[in-house]
Structures are given as structure tokens and as C-alpha cells.
């Protein structure tokens, strides 16, 4: 009789306890659903900021400037027109600045990569003497402000005569630090028993780096390739000072031209046409690896 | 015995010229691989940086060599009041821009953290995309949603909030803080990204070993979180910083310094004084000037994460 009585009690406990349980696992419950709730409403917020002003350049270059210009302004423009394009291409040379972004910034993109693999696979495969000192002074680079270099850069190459030349904007970003340390960071997670095969088997240096480092590296020389492309497409001062003529113009410093400086000669527009064109390229190229991309940043920022 | 001892020399002279040759191989090896891209960067770097501070001495114009006079570019930088406000808005939006851009990308990255959230790819594209772009057209798109005559955003504040006229970027109290806006619209996705693959690095284990011993969620962020994303904050601070000293598209576009040189930065002020007035000794300097405060900051860093893991180790 006392056992039963015990678990009677036993079982009344354990229903409370059962009870608490189930309060505290719905009150939870409701706690993650509220807060993901929040957080929905947090992401879709700031999707709609960060597409906003990107939606506006899409509206406006696909607007009549009469509508654009008046006030109040609208979201939704009540007419469609192409003459923004139309006047774009009677204002800049556009093909000619998109021929000459793509040379600059695919051109600086493969040397600058080979170039920049190579050094990391030296400071990172081979222990040289003097090694050390060289990564200290690569680092100290890298906080060199480059507007305190563009003025002797800029004096060096006219007196080369290559202002206003596609060798004059390409030849000074052959090579980049960050790519090198981003690249010799990679390099370094590679194990070296691969090499040591390979050498076993008579390969030399530079069939290492190129049949064994270099495939194992894809996504690591995928960053690296993007973010020089990326850099010198949008780059804005660079080919400013460097090219005062459309024939080597980029696309980014001729938009720059349009808005004249501060000052709105050019009608909106028309400018939105140009941002629109000036982007499209490479917002498609970002499409295209965008996965690998984000995946290859992630690991820059891991150490 | 002798013959014994013999033979070792003999041995450990042959490993030593080995050694030796070894050594000089792998000079030889490093040296081929580096050249091509240290000679990029002699020419292109070491030189100009060396060539910027020989010019920072002299009175060169743009268009014909001056004369040596010493420190006098850097006497008259210090005594003049322009370079003080350019120096003053240079630090004030690094001040804002670094915290806020490191706060804001920290803090979407723990809400696409979430497990039970769907669409992560989705959303982080969204945050990412503007970085893609360049500043150029960001800044052009800002420019007219912001503008008083014609943009949506000062139309919405004053049906909504009756505040008329509003010119956010034309208002020497605004400009800067707008900027620094703009800028961290544009940039936090590119840190929000490297802040969620150290989010992922983090054992889930260790969160439920916590909330076992019944820690409250601040209490994983501050004892769990923060500290796992150490390294991933040095790299974002330093880079968040020494890039907000190098702003310069921003300005050169949405306020050419103005008003009123309130949004004036070094950079720009470097920019006016070389290409627009021509004054190669006087810009010169103010490069050395911006390239030592960027060291500055630079070595504060390094210093205070070598300390960092020097307590981590004690």
C-alpha cells in the first residue's frame, strides 16, 4: 500500500514535471519563432535598402527625363523610353570605354594572377634566406596609401611616353600584395608531400607550382582573379589621371565625365543608362562565380 | 679511433657543403619566383614611395622642377588650418565609418546565422551585391535619391515628417555622416561574409555545453562568440580602417569636398593639390603625412594582437 501510494505521488510529480516541461519547451518555442519573425523582418528591410537605390538606376535610365525632373518625384515612372540609351551612346564613345575597361582590367587580371601566384609559391614553398625580411617588407607595403605613389607613378610613365596607352595603365598593377599574401596563405595549407613526390619523380620547380600547387588552388586564384577584376573595373582615379582621352578611357571614369563633376549638365537619365551599362558586365561576371567567390572571402578573413 | 673521428668530419663537412648547396639552391628557386612580381613592385612601389618623399622636399610643380628647401612643405602643412580639417574629417569618418560598418556587418551576420532561417543564399547575395558595383555608380544613385529637387527621399521625409527641403549631402552637419552612410551600405556585406564563415567555424558544441550550465544567450555572444571571432575582427578593423583613410571616390563624386571643405579628406585634398593646382612638393608631403598616419595605426594593431596572443598563451 505505501508503494503505491509512493509512486501515486510519484506519478502526480512526474505530470507536473511533465507539465513544467512542455510549458517551457512551447514557451521557447514561441520565443525562436518570435525571434526569427524579427529576424525575417530585419533581413527583408535591409534587402529592400540595399536594392533600392539599385532598382532607382534601373526606373530612372528607363524613364523620360520630363518625368524624372519634375516634382514630387515617383517610385514608378508612368512612361517607358530607350531615348536615355540613345542619348548615352551619342555622348561617350561606350563601346569603345567598355573594349578598353575589359582589356584593362582582364589584362591586369591574368598577369597580376600569374605573377602574384608565383611569388606566393616562393615565400611560401621555399625557405630562402632572406625570406622573412621580404614578407615584412611586403607587409609594410600594403599600408602605403596609393595616392602617395600616384604622383611619381603617374611622372615615371609619361616619361615613358605611356600616359594615354593601355601599357600605361596595365603595367604598374602586374603584381599586387594583398593577392600574394592572400595566395601564399593558400599555397601554405597545401600539403608538401605532393611536391615531394613529384620531386622524387625528377619534376622541377615550376612543374610543381604549375601541375600541383596551381590546380589545388582554383578557388583561392578564383578570389584572387575577382577582386583584381573587380578593383580595376570600378577603379575610378587611376584611369582618371591616366587616360585624359577616350581611345583608352575606361567605362567607370567616363561615367564619371558624364556627371561633370558635382555639377548635373548631364540629364539623370542618361547617367543612369551609363551607371546601368557600366555595371552590367561585371554583375554578370559576379553571377557567374558568385558561390565561389564568397566562399574564397570567407577565407581571407579566417586568419 | 682516428680514422673514426676522420670519417665524421669528413661526414659532417659533406652535410654542411650540402647544406650550403641547398641553400643556395633554394636563394636561386625563391628569387626566380619572386622577381616578377618584385620587380613590378620596385618600380612601381618601393621607388615612387621613396621618389614621393624626395619631392615632398622640394617646391616641384606638376610641369617643371622648384628648388630643395628641406621641411618648409611640412612646416607649412602644419600651420595651416586647411590641412588641421582635413586631418579632423579624415579621422572623424574613419571614427564613424569602422565601428558602424563592423557593428552592422557582425550584426547581420548572427541573424543569417540562425539554423532555422531559410533563403540565407538569398539574402546574403542581397547584402553583397552593393560592393560589387562600383562607389561611382553607388554614388551616383545616392546622389539623386538624396537630392532636394528631385529625390524620393527627402519627398517621403516631408510628407511624412513635414521636414522640407532636406539636403543631406549639401549641409555641412550632414555630408560626412551621410557619406560614411553610404559607404557602409556599400561595404558591410564584404565583412558580413567574413564574419559568417567564423560564425560557422564555431563548434555548435560549445553552445550546448553552455546552455546546459544555463547561460543566457548575451552570455554565449560575449563568452563564446566574441571570442572565437577574434582574428576575423583584427583582420576587420584593420582593413576598415587603414581603407577609411584612402576615401576618396565618395567625395570626389557626391560633394567635391564640400561644403565648405566639410567633407574635404587627405586624399582628396592630396588630389586638388597635385592635379588640380599642380603643387607636386606641397601634396607630396601631405601623402608622407596620411602614409604615417596609416603606419601609425597600422602598428598599433600588430601591437595590440601580438599582446593579445601573448595573454592568450599565458
Redesign the interface.
Known amino acids: 500500500m505505501s508503494s503505491a501510494t509512493i509512486s501515486a505521488a510519484q506519478e502526480a510529480e512526474n505530470k507536473r514535471i511533465n507539465a513544467e516541461n512542455e510549458r517551457l519547451r512551447r514557451k521557447a518555442t514561441t520565443r525562436?519563432r518570435v525571434?526569427?519573425g524579427f529576424?525575417?523582418l530585419?533581413?527583408i528591410l535591409?534587402?529592400i535598402?540595399?536594392?533600392?537605390?539599385?532598382i532607382?538606376?534601373v526606373l530612372?535610365s528607363f524613364t523620360p527625363n520630363e518625368i524624372?525632373?519634375t516634382?514630387?518625384?515617383k517610385?514608378i515612372p508612368s512612361a517607358f523610353t530607350l531615348d536615355n540609351y540613345i542619348d548615352l551612346f551619342g555622348r561617350l564613345p561606350i563601346g569603345r570605354e567598355l573594349l578598353n575597361t575589359i582589356v584593362f582590367a582582364g589584362a591586369v587580371t591574368i598577369i597580376s594572377v600569374?605573377?602574384?601566384s608565383?611569388?606566393a609559391?616562393?615565400?611560401s614553398r621555399?625557405?630562402?634566406?632572406?625570406?622573412g625580411v621580404?614578407l615584412g617588407v611586403?607587409i609594410?607595403?600594403m599600408?602605403?596609401?596609393?595616392?602617395?605613389?600616384?604622383?611619381?607613378?603617374y611622372k615615371?610613365l609619361a616619361d615613358m611616353g605611356l600616359v594615354n596607352s593601355y601599357l600605361g595603365i596595365i603595367?604598374?598593377r602586374?603584381?599586387d600584395?594583398g593577392g600574394?599574401f592572400l595566395l601564399r596563405q593558400f599555397f601554405i595549407s597545401i600539403p608538401k608531400d605532393l611536391d615531394n613526390a613529384a620531386r622524387i619523380d625528377g619534376a622541377g620547380?615550376f612543374r610543381i607550382?604549375a601541375q600541383i600547387v596551381l590546380p589545388n588552388s582554383i578557388p583561392a586564384i578564383l578570389t584572387v582573379g575577382m577582386f583584381n577584376f573587380?578593383g580595376n573595373?570600378?577603379?575610378?582615379?587611376w584611369p582618371l589621371?591616366m587616360t585624359s582621352r577616350p581611345e583608352t578611357r575606361t567605362i567607370?571614369a567616363g561615367?564619371?565625365m558624364l556627371?561633370g563633376?558635382?555639377s548635373s549638365v548631364t540629364p539623370?537619365g542618361v547617367?543612369?543608362a551609363g551607371?546601368l551599362i557600366?555595371?552590367l558586365p561585371?554583375?554578370i561576371v559576379?553571377f557567374f562565380v558568385?558561390k565561389r567567390f564568397?566562399e574564397g572571402?570567407?577565407?581571407?578573413?579566417?586568419? | 679511433m682516428t680514422t673514426a673521428s676522420s670519417k665524421a668530419n669528413k661526414h659532417t663537412a659533406v652535410a654542411h657543403q650540402n647544406k650550403k648547396a641547398i641553400?643556395r639552391r633554394?636563394?636561386r628557386?625563391?628569387?626566380?619566383?619572386?622577381a616578377?612580381?618584385?620587380i613590378?613592385?620596385a618600380?612601381?612601389?618601393?621607388?615612387?614611395?621613396i621618389?614621393?618623399f624626395i619631392?615632398s622636399l622640394t617646391t616641384d610643380r606638376i610641369n617643371r622642377s622648384g628648388k630643395f628647401v628641406g621641411f618648409q612643405n611640412y612646416i607649412d602643412l602644419f600651420q595651416s588650418d586647411d590641412f588641421w580639417t582635413d586631418v579632423i574629417n579624415t579621422l572623424v569618418y574613419a571614427v564613424l565609418y569602422a565601428p558602424i560598418v563592423v557593428i552592422v556587418a557582425l550584426a547581420?551576420a548572427l541573424?543569417?546565422n540562425?539554423k532555422?532561417?531559410k533563403f540565407v543564399g538569398f539574402?546574403?547575395?542581397?547584402?553583397?551585391?552593393?560592393f560589387?558595383?562600383?562607389?561611382?555608380?553607388?554614388a551616383?544613385?545616392?546622389q539623386?535619391?538624396l537630392s532636394p529637387?528631385?529625390?524620393?527621399v527627402p519627398?517621403w521625409l516631408d510628407q511624412l515628417f513635414g521636414i522640407e527641403g532636406l539636403n543631406l549631402l549639401g549641409t555641412r552637419e550632414t555630408a560626412m555622416a551621410t557619406i560614411v552612410f553610404i559607404t557602409v551600405?556599400k561595404n558591410f556585406?564584404?565583412f558580413m561574409?567574413?564574419?559568417?564563415?567564423?560564425l560557422q567555424?564555431i563548434s555548435a558544441e560549445l553552445y550546448e555545453a553552455a546552455s546546459l550550465d544555463g547561460a543566457s544567450a548575451w552570455q554565449k555572444f560575449r563568452y563564446i562568440t566574441l571570442p572565437a571571432l577574434r582574428?576575423?575582427f583584427n583582420?576587420?578593423v584593420i582593413f576598415g580602417l587603414?581603407g577609411s583613410?584612402?576615401v576618396?571616390?565618395q567625395v570626389?563624386?557626391l560633394?567635391?569636398g564640400g561644403p565648405a571643405r566639410a567633407t574635404e579628406t587627405i586624399?582628396y585634398r592630396?588630389?586638388t593639390e597635385?592635379?588640380g593646382n599642380g603643387k607636386?612638393g606641397y601634396?607630396?608631403a601631405l601623402?608622407?603625412v596620411?602614409?604615417i598616419m596609416?603606419?601609425i595605426v597600422?602598428l598599433i594593431q600588430l601591437y595590440t594582437n601580438a599582446k593579445h596572443e601573448r595573454e592568450e598563451i599565458a
Open positions: 525562436r525571434g526569427l529576424s525575417y530585419a533581413l535591409v534587402t535598402l540595399m536594392l533600392f537605390p539599385l532607382i538606376v530612372v524624372t525632373q516634382w514630387p518625384p517610385l600569374f605573377f602574384d608565383l611569388a609559391y616562393g615565400l621555399v625557405d630562402f634566406k632572406g625570406r621580404l611586403l609594410a607595403t599600408m602605403i596609401p596609393g595616392m602617395a605613389l600616384l604622383i611619381p607613378v615615371l603595367i604598374p602586374m603584381a600584395v600574394i620547380e607550382f573587380m573595373w570600378n577603379d575610378l582615379l589621371i567607370t561615367l564619371a556627371t563633376h558635382g539623370y547617367v543612369m551607371a557600366s555595371a561585371l554583375l559576379f558568385q564568397v572571402i570567407a577565407m581571407t578573413g579566417m586568419k | 641553400a633554394n636563394l628557386v625563391g628569387l626566380t619566383f619572386t616578377p612580381a618584385l613590378v613592385l618600380i612601381f612601389v618601393f621607388y615612387p614611395a621618389k614621393t619631392t547581420f541573424l543569417l540562425r532555422d532561417l539574402f546574403r547575395t542581397c547584402m553583397f551585391l552593393p560589387v558595383i562600383s562607389l561611382t555608380v553607388a551616383i544613385a545616392w539623386f535619391i529637387s528631385l529625390g524620393l519627398y551600405w556585406g564584404y561574409v567574413i564574419f559568417l564563415a567564423g567555424g582574428p576575423t583582420y576587420v587603414i583613410f584612402q576618396f571616390d570626389f563624386i560633394t567635391s586624399v592630396i588630389y597635385a592635379f607636386l601634396a607630396s601623402s608622407y596620411l602614409l596609416t603606419l597600422g
